[in-house]
């Protein structure tokens, strides 16, 4: 059931960002995480074993070697249009299928469905592919398939699809129409938001809030009208507004710095949105659909509700609007009602003036209490669990919101029950791979695009088809939409919006034939204005040097084609066109950007980053430091380039000024290449936005100045006990594995076994002293909190000999300052470094503690390492009282700073080259690239010569340290060669009719690149008197086309054309003719059935019928029925009474104009037709069984067939007199009776 016509969404044309209520929205640059994967899935998968062969002729695309099986079964509630995700694994079915270890092709994937019977019932299936986190092409190529099973399902009902994949097969993207977009970075009411465009409306979601805020539909209504006016009018309104006030009023829009939101996936049917609270104790995950939306809680630390709390129709109106309840109850709504709704958990809101509904579901049944009431005539309170202000829900729970366009409950039910529905289960077969036969060819049809709107073009390629048999000598296209083409090569535009299935059928030089098929799909749903930029790679992350695949050609623009790609890899490297490669040579990270013009000049962008990790093997340093930005109270996962047996990890929080909310950093879970990091304020407040934070990281161990060039050790230890404010004396002493001079203790908790706060700091013989070389004691403690008891922790700390140096390029200077670091009320204190470049890190920590309040240090400043010097603060946690002029500290600090280490040379390639192909390889001179450091230069050209099209050649540089710098020329090999033609001689030939049939023999072409297609403007249905030209024409695989023309000249004189027998059924007719007996027409000439193109138009049908034998004698009506090609009506003859008497023979004739076929066009006699049939009708002129073979309009078969029956018509042109039925006549084959 489709709610919104395809015409009307193309007809709407809404500024992308622009607000109907406000102008306050801006668009900011849009990012692109990778895809994160969820195991929401509501099916059961069961994956079939093994692998079978399939038969070639139901083999739909040539291009794929494989398909599997797909059944989709809805549960006991019917589905329409709804959307499902299967977990599928494709790097397993590749192997059941015997493929091997071979990397997927994505963009090969196709979804057909199938009818009960097996045939093709949709050859562009709706779908997009999620790929898992850890997704890799070659080895772990799993995700979920996400596909629309369209239309009505009835409950329990199947439906049946099958899956095409293959690898390296190089394809377009999936015919698939977006149904949803996803915008990053719009503002909405002063807050960062996902704008997520659907079919049946707009939705803002803020970010840093977890809520919707906006839902428009599509006439501008806005159903919840969040702003930032006061109460009811604007600050109330939202969706889900889930967790009440008084446990922190998560996921409700407009309270910025309450949640954090990341973009999971997106595609054309789908989006995911997974928000978590700033406490870290609830999260949501929501699925952005064509229709509707979907939220899962999948942490609740309470109860909590689902609230609308918004404007139906864009406003409330008391009188008019109405509430009504699954059970069909109906209420204005300015009636409240408390209870809990009857039977399935959903209301729906109407608003009759515009004929729209927004529903609301909860997927499970309960028995809660759930209420409606409207609030200050301003906006609805409707509340899934919500008895007055007590939240009743818990655990996890799913809840579906939607705009419909009905208000009636007939048409909504369905729709509600459907979203709801979470028990459609799928199962996938084995495997099947392409069969072969080597006696016949296999069609390829190749393509450059298969979507995009009405009056695009796409161009066709058929020339890798082959056969084992010899050379494909015929190339037919059929597009699907009346159009059609020959030739190895063409192109074609659709005018008209539809699925379209394009069908190449290639001929080989022993006459056996083969087909290939792809879908097309053409229109445009979403309303839009302008490009969406949509970019993927095939890996996120990995060892130098990092091949990456990336893929722009998701990228879509509603109102037309992407004009052009440009892209910009963050290392200095760029390229365009949809499908880059590119290497990156050194560890980092890299922001890579894709820019998408369309030809408006309308510009999109998307990024992604990619992490490029020192070669596999390579030792940490002694020092790896760095900085994380954007830390909040959610744990964050921070990627280190190299891999630790037993990390120590020390964090440092920056603050820009006084006036952020104070927090301490907490670590956990480092090992490996990673570790998790967060901020904590100490009162657990929420957070109203983000900090910097600069970390070191060093191997567990004991490091000397002999073996590693540093007095250094980092140690892990439990902490048992706590200090507090009023409880300092407690130690827990340490001891040195070096001994030291003048120790620096740097100090961090490392687990969080205790959700609450707490610190590390060091101390000396005396809690006001730093440690010295006798006494340590490393522990931590809670200030001023009145909770003086903390779990068990780990502890890492670092002890370093005071002073400053050099390791492995990256300075130190490690010390600890005088006892004069002031509250972060004071200026920031600074220490002058003196390591000899400017510091880009520093870690710190406490040395004593001085006052009795406790406290901890912070980077401080608006560049706390500006110019070499570190300022620094000292803060307090403000749970007993409000002030942070804490009294005067000693501070411990690492400062890092990257010395200029040895660099890779840099190369300068020569200037991009684009020469004249001269062969299938072209060599060409491509002149020599230089380094600035005299390095030696090579490439990796081709030594053979270059292929058709642009190659890019990297030159590469290596110097002494073994430092290897590249670059990139473009080698570009062109064809402006057309190809040699050669054409039959001119013909002279007498006229035989009005119109004469010439064989005009066969051009020849030859080409450096095969296959060259040859065609010619030759009228089809003969030649006039006097001289025609014929022009033929050959075109190359390049597009390269060259021209020559042949005369034919017919001389006056004209001839009778021969009379034909056209049709003959001489046979037992049984009840399985279902009432038609019929021929295919004899194979001949240009016309298909006749033996010459001649034009029978005003001559005449002659038919005679033989009655042998009936069971039961009938009065019956026989006539002949033609089909002809482009049409599935038939043309007939005026019916003849006969009787079934045997012995019976009955002749007549009908004049050939008088015959129209039913759509009331006449019958074109110099055009094919395929199927000629014998009708037999009863007494009232109705069919005796139709093609269905089971309506017989009341008549017994068994009483008329079997039929012995012999049926003959003869074709005599004008001016022929007809010679009559005589037994050469009746015996003659089909075709010119001599």
Known sequence: MMLYSRGFLARLRLPLLVRRRMNNKIQARRTMPFAGFSLLCLLLVFLGTGSRTASAEDWWSNLHNHRVALEIKAGATALVDKIVAVPIDLTSLLIQAGAGSTALDVRSLRVLELSSTGTVANAAVPFQFDPAPDFNATSNAVGELVLLVEGSTPSNGRRYYQIYFAAGAS??????????????????????????????????????????????????????????????????????????????????????????????????????????????????????????????????????????????????????????????????????WRLDIPGEEWAYFADPGIGRSLYVSSHQVDSLVDMYRPMDGAMTIFGLGRDQVTALLSGERRFSV????????????????????????????????????????????????????????????????????????????????GGSANGALASHTFAQD??????????????????????????????????????????????????????????????????????????????????????????????????VTDSQGRISTDTATITVNPPTGTAPPVFHHGRVSNVGAAWKTVALPYSYNDPVVIASVRYPDASVQPVVTRVRNAAGSQFELRVQNPGDQALTGTYSVDYTVVEAGTYTLAANGIKMEAVKVTSTKTNAKGAWSTQEVRSYTNSYTAPVVLAQIMSANDARWSVPWARGATKDNPPSPGALSVSKHVGEDTVKTRANEVIGYLVIEAGSGNLGGVAYQAGVSAPIVAGIAAAPYSIALSIGSTPSTAVVSAAGMRGGDGGWPVLFGANPLAAGVLGLAFDEDQITDSERSHGNEQVAYLALGDESAPVAPIVTPPADLTGEATGVLTPLAIGQATSNDGSPVSNNAPAAGFTLGTTVVTWSATNIDGLTGTAQQRVTVVDTTPPQLNIPANIVAQATGTLTPVTLGQATATDLFGPVSVTNNAPSAGFPVGT???????????????????????????????????????????????????????????????????????????????????????????????????????????????????????????????????????????????????????????????????????????????????????????????????????????????
């Open 402 to 481: 939607g705009l419909v366009d009905s208000t009636q409950i007939g048409a909504i039910a369905p729709i509600v029950r459907s979203a709801s529905a979470d028990n459609v289960t799928s199962v996938l077969g084995a495997p099947q791979t392409r069969p072969q036969d080597d006696q016949k060819p296999i069609a390829r049809a190749i393509a450059n695009r298969v979507s995009g709107p009405a009056g695009f073009s796409i161009s066709v390629n058929g020339g890798t088809s082959s056969c084992a048999c010899g050379p494909i000598t015929a190339y037919a296209w059929n597009f699907g939409d």
């Open 1028 to 1234: 025609t030209t014929v022009t033929w024409t050959a075109t190359d695989a390049n597009g390269r086309s060259a021209s020559a023309a042949q005369t034919v000249t017919i001389l006056g004189g004209t001839s009778v054309p021969p009379q034909l027998k056209v049709f003959d059924i001489n046979r037992l007719v049984t009840k399985a003719d279902k009432g038609f007996p019929w021929d295919q027409p004899p194979a001949a000439a240009a016309n298909g059935d006749w033996t010459s193109p001649i034009n029978y138009a005003g001559g005449t049908l002659f038919m005679r019928a033989e009655i042998r034998s009936q069971p039961v004698a009938q009065a019956m009506k026989l006539q002949l029925c033609i089909w002809q090609d482009g049409t599935t009506l038939e043309t007939c003859t005026a019916t003849r009474n006969v009787s079934g008497t045997p012995g019976t023979v009955v002749t007549w004739s009908s004049s050939i104009p008088t015959m129209y076929k039913k759509d009331g066009l006449p019958l074109n006699w110099a055009s094919p037709r395929s199927r000629y049939a014998l009708v037999i009708k009863n007494s009232a002129g109705l069919p005796v069984s139709d093609f269905s073979g089971w309506n017989w309009n009341g008549e017994n078969p068994d009483a008329w067939y079997p039929l012995d029956i012999r049926f003959s018509v003869v074709a005599v042109p004008p001016g022929r007199t007809f010679s009559g039925w005589t037994s050469t006549v009746i015996n003659a084959a089909p075709g010119i009776i001599p």
């Open 171 to 336: 394809l377009p993207a999936p015919p698939v129409l977006p149904r949803i977009s996803v915008t990053d970075g719009v503002i909405d009411e002063g807050e960062s938001s996902f704008f997520v465009r659907t079919i049946a409306g707009d939705w803002y979601y803020h970010k840093s809030s977890g809520g919707f805020s906006s839902l428009e539909d599509r006439s501008g209504n806005d159903w919840i009208s969040y702003s930032a006016a006061a109460g009811a009018s604007g600050d109330y309104r939202g969706i889900p507004n889930l967790v009440p006030p008084a446990s922190g009023g998560y996921f409700h829009p407009g309270r910025p710095g309450t949640a954090q939101s990341s973009l999971l996936d997106r595609g054309p049917l789908r989006a995911r949105i997974h928000s978590r609270s700033a406490n870290n104790q609830w999260a949501t995950l929501w699925e952005l659909l064509p229709t509707h939306a979907t939220m899962t809680v999948t942490q609740a630390a309470g109860t909590y509700w689902f609230l609308y709390e918004g404007t139906p129709g864009g406003t409330l109106d008391l009188n008019t609007d109405l509430v009504v309840r699954s059970n069909g109850t109906q209420t204005n709504a300015s009636a409240s």
């Open 498 to 595: 539809g699925i379209f299935t394009v069908t190449l059928t290639v001929t080989s030089a022993t006459g056996t034939t083969a087909t290939d098929h792809f879908a097309v799909a053409v229109g445009t749903l979403l309303p839009g204005d302008g490009p969406q930029a949509v970019l993927k790679s095939d890996v996120s992350s990995g060892s130098a040097p990092l091949s990456v695949d990336f893929d722009g050609s998701d990228s879509v623009d509603p109102e037309g084609g992407i004009l052009s790609y440009a892209w910009d890899f963050g290392d200095g490297a760029s390229a365009s066109g949809p499908l880059p490669s590119h290497t990156f040579t050194q560890p980092g990270t890299y922001q890579v950007l894709l820019t």
